[in-house]
């Protein structure tokens, strides 16, 4: 927009800096530059020395600022679409796996031996029991309270959000009751399916933890689907939960 066609320079990018949740910065940059250089034909910005890790001189001028997303936004469309680069990006930004295995026995108060965390997206294999990953999601919860968020504003809700859940409560009664989040592996453990979350019903609110492995992932979702279902029409049926979307 202000007539730049050119650098006659470095395209200089952070060591941190990650374009499409890549973990290496240069090749981050060299996507961006060839960002700049394939872009639409009004807005071509060709750079002319490659890529180079550093920072800004302080004789630097700001052409042009962009922010990215906020992070529930980032968050919701990574648990909605379960990306799993995505989440293994957020997890080294925030300290990797040591980090999360810190977060899960000194701030929640997991036994070490109760827990085992391999990868930041769940890849591989990850063990914690049902009983400890309901302390995850009871403690997720109180975290989004504090930020005056909910389940709902970074976990997908069945019936509704694009994704994992998109195609799962869809019937009218159904749709918005459940907000979870799925777990697949279709050759670890000989197949692994899980369900993390919390359902509405007419009654009242239930958390679940549903862990299932050695079987066939669709018929351990339908399984899931089955006692859900029967468990809010034991309660009165379903209930939509406060969703703008």
């Not at 807005?43 to 600022?65: C, R, T």
């Not at 922010?67 to 679409?81: N, P, W, Y």
């Not at 195609?167 to 009751?177: I, M």
């Amino acid at each position: 927009a202000q007539g730049v066609k050119q650098v006659k320079g470095k395209l200089v990018v952070s060591k941190d800096f990650s374009l499409y949740c890549n973990g290496n910065a240069r090749t981050s940059g060299q996507g961006l530059s060839r960002i700049f250089k394939y872009g639409m034909s009004d807005s071509k910005v060709l750079i002319d020395g490659g890529v180079e890790l550093g920072s800004a001189p302080e004789s630097a001028i700001v052409v042009l600022k962009h922010d990215s997303e906020s992070l529930r936004s980032t968050l919701k469309h990574m648990l909605s679409k379960s990306l799993n680069s995505a989440a293994e990006r957020i997890g080294s930004v925030i300290g990797g796996v040591p980090k999360l295995k810190e977060i899960a026995t000194d701030d929640l108060g997991i036994p070490e031996e109760s827990i085992k965390i391999t990868s930041a997206s769940g890849l591989g294999q990850n063990r914690i029991t049902p009983k400890h990953m309901m302390k995850v999601l009871r403690a997720l919860g109180e975290e989004l309270e504090r930020h005056n968020l909910s389940y709902q504003s970074i976990m997908p809700v069945a019936g509704i959000d694009n994704g994992t859940l998109e195609k799962r409560f869809t019937s009218e009664d159904e749709k918005g009751s459940v907000v979870a989040k799925t777990g697949t592996l279709t050759h670890t453990d000989g197949g692994v399916s899980a369900l993390v979350g919390v359902m509405r019903s007419q009654k009242e609110d239930l958390y679940f933890v549903m862990f299932g492995w050695h079987g066939g992932v669709h018929g351990m979702r339908k399984n899931q689907d089955v006692l859900i279902k029967q468990l809010q029409q034991e309660r009165g049926g379903p209930k939509s939960f406060a969703y703008n979307h």
